[in-house]
């Protein structure tokens, strides 16, 4: 009984400390700890003292998580005392007053309230309106989301009024505990008649990143765009330019905060487990956001830099040890008098609007003859990309920050000018290889064909006159292909099958080198002398002629330094057989975890080794048409060749995803226990953060030259990346070094990628960076590192999978080649 009224007291005695109200009447007042809360409990307005601060500050923040401020009033004008009264002025104003009645903040609405009223409604939007001409559905007054802080809430508009000329930026934060204005600002520039976001530092006058200009559609990057929880709007009309957020999912609270250090982060909480906010969305998200990474003329891809066609870098040693910021210059200078044409840059974020003029209603052909018009006019695009594009845009002077694109739907094209003898050089190179010929096949042969069989025919002839025609047989259209373009992206022989016969001595064991993920691999020699590595696909996938082609043409198009090159293929009765390239030095395994071997592995080739692994998995995951989920990386999948360069291999046969595809479920987990992320394991659920998963495994492997599964240690039980989190919690990371390398390494570098190691085998997907962060971590980009929390299988030999087996072993002989895998998509 006792209890109970204690508990009651408890309630009245809060209750009477806030107001409990959402609303502040005329004639009332509200001092320090006494707040305003929202009808739903979500926002709560009131003073506070932030951090170690002595002063005092109006503000409103979420009720679940007060030190969440997501509105400060008084953050030029703080007052050291706590004796701050929120009030009405005599003519209606919101105002704050100070101990002696001094006033420290007001809203300064221009219109006089004979009975003013402040809500806080459930958006977090504080309003001001009059009471006493109630029922003319009065418009608010006054409201906080027309002057945010650092924060965008749902529903609040970032950007200009053309009308009222009101603007609305995000001001960073001074400090942790200090409110009052920083030196970052996010906000509209519509200086050039074409609006973009900016994120600017301000006391240096520097632009830290841009959206790219408005393209008629959107931004080429806003920080939104990209995720389910969140709906974009967008508004550009004559009174207007603006943008906002909603939320999609009404038990997902989000906010997009300008921290004090200047990192643009959207973050989510789901309400009924309020308190835990997690990171969405952070810009820069990856080194091409940083702007002008590249310098002049030139296009960031994939965090390196590569000159615009016509173009060189102007220091070629530091653009070699990938000091990009010197930029490029042309290869032949220009030269007015003698003729001049245009280059075509496809799908990059288009130049900063920084010596620009933009004509909206020119086309592109007028847009070309005025800029040829006009000498120092370097480049011109589309400013519109609707309805075919329209407008025309033209930089003078150097071109600044594009980058390309990875997503299909994003990047424009750009026309850069190149002098006559450039445009020569350029035609004589492609006219040498031009070879066109077009062949209409009858629709009678045509029903079973599709691209890859077209362009097979022709390279089997060994043919000089290219074929390209693409049918398709569900709608049947026909296309026809220009082979010097589809040239460089498929070029894959088909061979036969004796060929391969004789070349693996019948698939001799002797001949057997490994097996990959779908079957046995041999070494090949084939009649031209040429090593091949031969991958023989086990029978009976089920899967279809057509299917495998067009896999197998999709990953001849994943052509990157750090992946296994695919040579050709041979498709015969049942037989399905890939071609890779021979490596010398087999894999990764043979080499660190060997005791002579290990020696070779300097820390500086190690650290080279992980970078390639790491841009080889940035290709796979960013690509800008597929994205591969490799699914089994590991230490033997690492292929090195002779010079010790890494090249992942396996992932052909991986899963490809969607463009807007972000996580897949398998029945069937392919993987190899030790690198298997445990949401792959338990719940057969993999995404680019599983393989990130693997990867940070791998880094941590590399480092300690140690395997995580059996790894043993005297004084506890755990696995190899328990191991690292111990000795991280105990600040003696460093002592994860494989012994073996002594001294020689740099332990700012190896500390980093040992905590980017353990960033990766964290728990939840979520918290783990994706690939180009991680690249970018590692190659110290300048991100400041998240402390790594727990990893998952912390003690993972007590945990039910010590079995030691490689559950891929026994899934490939049961049931081994399943090229795609439909109960995922
Ligand atoms: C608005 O006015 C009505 C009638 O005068 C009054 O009952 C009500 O409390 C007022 N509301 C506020 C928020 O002041
Ligand atoms: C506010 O106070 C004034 C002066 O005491 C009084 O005349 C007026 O009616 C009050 N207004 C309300 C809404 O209570
Ligand atoms: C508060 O002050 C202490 C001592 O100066 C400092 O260590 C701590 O980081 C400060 N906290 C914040 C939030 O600034
Ligand atoms: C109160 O504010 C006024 C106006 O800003 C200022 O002049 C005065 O010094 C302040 N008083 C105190 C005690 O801070
Ligand atoms: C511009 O858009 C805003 C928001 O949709 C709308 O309120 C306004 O009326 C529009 N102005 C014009 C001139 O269309
Ligand atoms: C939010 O959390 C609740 C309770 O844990 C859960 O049922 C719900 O699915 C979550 N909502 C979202 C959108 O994640
Ligand atoms: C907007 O961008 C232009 C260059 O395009 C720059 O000169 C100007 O300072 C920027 N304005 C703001 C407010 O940052
Ligand atoms: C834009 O281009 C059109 C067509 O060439 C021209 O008539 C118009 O004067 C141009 N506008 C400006 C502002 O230059
Ligand atoms: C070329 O364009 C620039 C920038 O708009 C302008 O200043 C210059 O006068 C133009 N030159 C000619 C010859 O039209």
Redesign the pocket.
Known sequence: MAKITFSVFIIVSMTGLSLAADTLGTNHSIGYGETLVSSDLTFELGFFTP??SSMSFLGIWFKFSPETVVWVANRNNPFVDRDGVLTFSNVGNLVVLNQSNGIVWSSKSSRFLRNPAAQLLDSGNLVLWDNSSSGSDEAYVWQSFDYPSDTLLAGMKLGSNLKTGLEQRLTAWKS??DPSPGDYVYGLNYSQGLPQYELVQMDVHRKLFRTGEWDGVQFFEVSFSKNPVTVLMFVYNETEISFMFQAQNSQLLSRLTLSYVGALQVFVVNRSRSGVWSVMHKLPTDPCDSYGMCGANAVCDLSLCECVKGFMPRSPDEWLVRDFSSGCKRTIPLDCSKGEGFLEVEKVKLPDLLEVTVNKSMSLKECKEECLKNCSCTAYANSDIRGGGSGCLMWYGDLIDMRASEEQNYGQTLYVRVSASELDAIRDRTRRKIILVAVILSSIIGGFLLVGTALWFVKRRKSRIGIGVLFDAKTSDITLLDLEITKEDIDLPLYDLPAIVSATNNFSDDNRIGAGGFGPVYKGNLQTGQLVAVKRLSRSSGQGLEEFKNEVLLIARLQHRNLVGLLGCCIEGEERILLYEYMDNKSLNYFIFDQEKSLLLTWQRRFDIIVGIARGLLYLHHDSKLQVIHRDLKTSNILLDGDLNPKISDFGLARIFGANQKEARTKRVIGTYGYMAPEYAIDGKFSVKSDIYSFGVLLLEIISGKRNRGFSHPSHHHNLLGHAWLLWGEGRALELMDECLHNSFDRNQVERCIQVGLLCVQKFPEDRPAMCSAIGMILNFGYVLPEPKEPAYFTERNSGYSDGASSKESSHTQNAVTLTMPEGR
Do not use: F, H, L, Y
């Open positions: 951090g170690n942790m505990d």
